[in-house]
């Protein structure tokens, strides 16, 4: 835009970009404002352990941080606009106030790109001596790169005995595939870690000009699912040999003729680290039509101990007197107890319900300095500092429900607890049983995430493969194992009879990076 050469005009032209820039800065602040508001939202959402951790919560934290997405980059476009669009000397530029960044990743591999100095001096002639550099990182990335492996094996002939000798076949994955480790482990955890059906993934290699149609994908997963499932189970094994669980299911729409029908995935989780267990974290999942009480009683047929799950009526029949081996002990999940009176004190303003969620919190905070501790430890602490609050709690609950009609929302919550109440205070006892049962809601989390994008099971034969390939996935997670570099390597090495299976269990490889270049 051209300057104007007559005073009075470039006057007006000044006030009205400080009015340009005075609005720019106005919505700037409003939006940082917003920003820093819906950070500390989200971040309270995150740390929020004991609250509601329904669906309808977890798509709520989802809307906020796409909204928080959206709201970043606008403003940034904004501030970019605004820059380009304010010229003239007397007016500064609208700059946003940036997060300071972190350094790029020290382990990447560096690419110098040397910008050509001068050969001489651009404003006499002399001679250049170079008296430092200034480097500017900028993060890139390679394309995804395929390649075909050539195993060759060269034939050998004696010329005495004229035998013909020949290295032996290598050991595949999978018989008669041409899919690597590598390969084989992306799909599967793309499928079932990232929830990306294998008809996308087909698409995306073909954008890459690599045909896989869908039938050859669904063969190598077919096939990688009887690879593992030694592996599988190992780990339901090891979670069996547990004396406490976490026990949960969630929904899983099952294709069926012209319909879907609503099947379930169980997830039994053993994690001793509240208690200072040293055993490593692992998570078991089933797979049925339906939510029948029958498959519970299946699932944890052998097993005794205590189970930590929410008052699931499936869940009754194992903890019967005459039950074989013996009665499971039930732990009840104080965080599904708090859950009920949340609801009311936050969307209707419940008095009652107000006070319940105060008490209960006040647990929850001694809880938490006493997590990893040993379980004699916990129990000290419990039956000095916990056991009188619980105690306080139980009678507060009984007094007010006294006063309540058994139609009241109120006494809908606190009869949850009191009718259950010898599983609520077992913990008091037991320093190994934990307060909630957020072990197997996390557990289950992904595959909650996951039904929007795959939408259902093609079978209940698929649900099978699914509960098998999330106890290896999940598993790798609770030990901080990263899945598909650790399924990479146990596919290359399975199938080697020099192979033992323990030591391809995930708790067993925390170092696969040294294992791998090995």
Known sequence: MPLPTDLAEAHALILRQREELAAAEARASGAETMIAHMKLVIAKLRREQYGQSSERGRKVLDQLELQLEELETETSENAVTAEENTAGPAVKSVT??????????????????????????????????????????????????????????????????????????????????RGGASL?????????????????????????GIELDV????????????????LVELIRRHVLAADRIHGDDTTVPVLAKN??????????????????????????FFYSRDRGGEHPRRHLSSWAGILQADAYAGFGGLYEARRS????????????????????????????????????????????????????QRQAVRQQRIKPLVT????????????????????????????????????????????SNNAAERALRGIAIGRRAWLFAGSDRGGERAAAMFTLIETAKLNDV??????????????????????LLPWNWKDWPAKLAA
């Not at 910008?115 to 550099?133: H, R």
């Not at 319909?259 to 078991?284: H, K």
């Not at 990263?482 to 030591?503: C, F, G, M, Y």
């Open 482 to 503: 990263d899945p598909q570099a650790w399924l990479t390597a146990v596919l290359r090495r399975i199938a080697d009879p020099a192979s033992k299976l323990d030591e």
């Open 215 to 230: 039938s050859t994908l669904a063969d190598w997963v077919g096939a990688c699912s009887a690879t593992l499932a030694p």
């Open 96 to 177: 946003r106030r940036r997060p300071v960044r972190a350094p790029l990743p020290v382990h990447l591999p560096r690419e110098r790109v040397v910008i050509p100095a001068p050969c001489a001096c651009p404003v006499c002639g002399g001679t250049l001596a170079k008296l430092g550099e200034d480097i500017t990182e900028t993060l890139e990335i390679v394309p995804r790169q395929w390649k075909v492996i050539q195993t060759v094996r060269e034939k050998f002939t004696c010329r005495s005995c004229e035998k013909i000798t020949q290295p032996p076949a290598p050991f595949h994955a999978i018989a008669r595939a």
């Open 259 to 284: 319909r879907t029908v609503t099947g379930r995935l169980w997830t039994y989780v053993r994690d001793d680290r509240p208690f200072g267990g040293s055993d490593p974290p692992a998570a078991m």
């Open 325 to 376: 081996p013996r009665p499971i002990a039930e732990a009840a999940c104080w965080a599904h107890g708090r859950r009920k009176f949340f609801v009311l004190a936050e969307l209707r303003q419940v008095p009652l319900a107000i006070e319940a969620v105060r008490r209960i919190d006040e647990i929850f905070a001694v809880e938490r300095e006493i997590n990893g501790a040993a379980p004699e």
């Open 392 to 435: 306080a709690l139980e009678s507060w609950m009984r007094t007010a429900r006294a006063r309540l009609s058994r139609h009241a929302e109120t006494a809908k919550a606190i009869d949850y607890m009191l009718k259950r109440w010898p599983a609520f205070t077992r913990f008091l006892d037991d320093g190994r049983i934990c307060l």
């Open 184 to 208: 084989l482990a992306m799909i599967l955890y793309a499928k079932f870690g990232q929830h990306q059906p294998l008809n996308r993934q087909s698409d995306v290699y073909a954008r890459e």
